[in-house]
């Protein structure tokens, strides 16, 4: 049986944010359920990747908007 439907892949930010905020920031995410999932890169360093679904940038972008004014979250893209 083939299978006819596209699959995009998701887009890949990377960003450093405070160190006591990581598990935080990752908790949010997974209750956006299928937004974006969250990647520890580094712990040390409190660098992290969200890994943001087809059609869900706009979403991630406010959610990130709103983060910011309570964490340090650096682009370093």
């Known amino acids: 049986m083939s299978d006819n439907r596209t699959f995009e892949s998701t887009s890949r930010q990377l960003f450093r944010v405070d160190r006591k905020a990581v598990c935080y920031i990752k908790f949010i995410f997974e209750a956006y359920d299928g937004i974006a999932m969250v990647e520890t890169i580094d712990p040390y360093a409190a ?26 979250m650096e682009c370093i893209n």
């Open 47 to 72: 660098c992290i990747a969200l890994h943001i679904a087809p059609g869900c940038e706009a979403e991630v972008d406010a959610l990130l908007n709103d983060l910011r004014k309570e964490h340090l």
